[in-house]
Structure formats: C-alpha cells, structure tokens
C-alpha cells in the first residue's frame, strides 16, 4: 500500500512547484527531497495507526465478552428458590335465620357433608392455607389444608400434576375437586353466593372431592374444548367409605366453549358420576349434570362493568330415589367497578322414588357485593328458603373474605 502512496505524492508535488523550479540549485533539490520524505513518512504512520486500529477493532469483535460469574448462593437462597408460594383465605359471617338450622332438612332427599345454612350470629368461615409449586421440570403439587370454624383441620385437596406430558394430557393424582359440572371445581371463597345452591347440596353434599385420579385433555384447537375421566376411591357422598380394592367411583365429563365477538363468552359441559354403596358393593348413584355459563364484558374488559349468566341441571337414577332431579339458574351483573348484585332460583324434583312428594323445595337468594380489589370482599345476602313444606326460612348472611399471599387465576 505504502507504494501507491508514494508515487501520487512525489507526482503531486511536482505539479504544484512553478516553472522555475526545474532548474533549482543542488540545495533545494536537497530540501524537495527532504520535504517527500517527510510527507511519505507522515502518511505511512498514519496508515499505519489506522491498520493497527481495524486490527484491535476485528480482534475485539471476535473475542466473546467475558460474563462474570454468579455470586455463590448461601445455603437460605437455595433454599428460597424451592420454597412454594403460599397464600391463606380468611372468610367470616354473620347469619341472622328465622328458623333453627338444627332442624334443617330437604324434603324428599337424604344429603350427606356439610348442608345447610350454617350456625346462627357470628362465626369465622372455612379459612384455607394453600401451598403449590413446581417440584421439577416434570412434576406440581398443591396442598390446601381446611381450618374449620370448629377449630378442625383436614385436607381439602392434596395432589401432584404430572406436566411433562404430551399431546394435551394433564394427568392429576392425590385428593381434588371432581372437575364435574361447573360450579364443583370451584373453591367456596370464588362463588358468587355464600352457599352451594340446593342441588350441590342434595346431589353432592355441597361439593365432590375424591382420592383417586383425573385425567384431562384439552384439545389444539381455536376454541376451548376439554375431555376428563376420573376414578377414585368414592369414599364421600353421594358414595361411602369402603375397604374393598378397586374404583368406588368413577367420573367422565366434557366441556366446550369460546367467544362471540369481543365482549361474548360461552362455556357449556356434560358429566356423568358413578359411585357404588360400600355396604353392598352396589351402585349408590348415577348423576348426570349439564352446565352452561354466559359471560358479557364490553370489549372484555370486566374492570368496568360484566354480566354473567350461570345454571346446572342435575338428574339422578338409582332404585330407591328414581327420576330426582333439580337444578339452579342465577345472574351477576357488576354495575360499576368494585360492585355487584346477583339473583339466584333453585328447585328441587324428589322424583318418584320412597320420598316422593307433590311438595318441591326451592330458594330465592338475591345478594350485593364490594370488591375493591381481589383480595377482598365484603357481601350482603338474602334467601327465602323452602326446604320442607309449609316452612319458610328467611336467611341473612353478612360474609367477609379476604385473601393473603399469592394465589392462582380463577377458572372460568
């Protein structure tokens, strides 16, 4: 390079010297020659400052940048990085009930678990402790311990997920929450209302919890579609306790649903639950449930305002409670951010089994809330319960719910 250099540079200067020049003495050839001189050197360093900078600058790019290393974890930050997240629920109420819930009883139906609309006064609600977390990159597990107003304490759901999986599968295995119906999955804090409508209560016991196992899939498609199958140990209502070895209980169900629009949404489901008698070993029970659930929100933003239309229809053949039915419809319209109002109707068929009877239990319930954030609520409640006939309860429930920790999203 330094020769290209060289020669435009002497040509570029003769150029410029003025005629006279070519017949200068031998002393200013000497100082021409030094002034070449002094100009090729000039340039040569100076390219070679540039030469040397594009090699530092490739050599920089080529080396890879040196990541300092982590600092050393302490033993209490390994620690904290396995420890799950933990949240509580604190509920409590006030109950004012016109008739004794001693005495409390659905005509035409014999429900099992905890029924009914609860003591009279002031008394502290189900409280919940919930753990869950990741154990590995194969495996969750959750536990939700109930502390009962009776100062009790049992073990509301305790299951691992199996999340490694394909295709879609989510198997679960410990004690859940029947994915059945719509309202069952549901923890009680979540409900709309202070109590399980009438159904749940007759049909379930309030709500269906089991040991065994649950397989879900849902389905790759644009719209919500989900298959579930459930077998267990059918130890609680509408089953038994049982020492035997096999299944006491077996469950399928599936649900379907999407969006209409942006402010439309839609969810609707068929399940079947089959227990057997522990006793003698014979079915206890078939139910069939149909659910449906109608949300609006303008664009989807529920923040503002929302409407929700919710109503399962249950139906139970055994031999001695054939053709029992019942079910419940009931709306929640939030009418500005923070507040709602609801309604609610259920309505019981004894059916043409031992208890039949002309006589149909029903409840109205209508109810207003405040939420002024998600992890509380304060809500207001009133029933007119006929459970038997020519006997009206008029219940009102003041309720407080309040949650501590982190916490999951709710289902649909």
């Known amino acids: ?38 100009l090729k050197s000039s340039y040569e360093a100076r390219i070679q400052a540039l030469e040397q900078r594009l090699k530092d600058a490739e050599a920089k790019a080529a080396t890879p940048i040196a990541v300092a290393p982590a600092p050393s974890s302490s033993p209490a930050s390994s620690i904290s990085a396995f420890n799950p997240a ?131 899939w849902v389905a790759p498609l644009d719209h919500f579609f989900e298959l579930g199958a459930e077998a267990g140990s059918g130890d609680n209502f509408p089953g038994g306790p049982r020492n035997r070895n096999g299944i006491g209980s077996g469950a399928v169900y599936v649900h379907t649903g999407g969006d209409i629009g942006t402010s439309h949404s839609w969810r609707a489901g068929l399940s079947y639950l089959r227990t057997r008698d522990p006793e003698r070993n014979e079915e206890a029970g078939r139910l069939s449930i149909a659910d449906f659930v109608w949300k609006w929100a303008p664009s989807g933003n529920a923040r503002q305002t929302s409407f929700k239309v919710q109503g399962e229809y249950f139906t139970n053949t055994v031999s001695y409670a054939a053709g029992q039915s019942g079910w419940y419809v009931q709306g929640v319209y939030q009418f500005m951010p923070a507040w709602r109002v609801g309604a609610r109707y259920d309505r019981l068929s004894p059916g043409s089994g031992d208890f039949s009877s002309s006589f149909n239990p029903e409840r109205r319930t209508a109810m207003i809330d405040w939420t002024p954030s998600e992890f509380s609520r304060v809500r207001l409640q009133f029933a007119q319960s006929k459970t038997l006939p020519d006997v009206t309860d008029n219940q009102w429930f003041v309720q407080y719910v309040l949650s501590l920790g982190a916490h999951g999203a709710h289902k649909y």
Not at 23 to 37: P, T
Request: charged share 15%.
């Open 86 to 216: 933990v949240s509580v629920v604190l509920q409590g109420r006030y109950a004012n009930l016109s008739q004794d819930p001693a005495s409390f009883a659905i005509h035409g139906f014999a429900p099992g678990g905890e029924v009914g609309p609860g003591r009279r006064g002031f008394s502290l609600g189900e409280s919940e402790l919930v753990l869950n977390a990741n154990v590995d990159d194969r495996f969750a597990g959750n536990l939700i311990v109930s502390l009962s107003p009776e100062n009790t304490v049992s073990v509301e759901e305790a299951y691992g997920i199996f999340i490694g999986a394909p295709f879609g599968l989510v198997p679960k295995f410990g004690r859940f929450f029947s994915g059945i119906g719509y309202l069952n999955e549901q923890h009680q804090h979540v409900w709309d209302f202070v109590d399980a409508p009438l159904a749940y209560q007759a049909f379930l016991g309030g709500q269906y919890a089991n040991d065994g196992v649950q397989l879900k």
């Open 1 to 38: 390079m330094s020769r290209f250099i060289r020669m435009p540079s002497a040509l570029a200067l003769a150029l410029l010297l003025p005629p006279h020049a070519w017949a200068a003495s031998d002393a200013d050839l000497d100082e021409i020659r030094a002034q070449i001189r002094e």
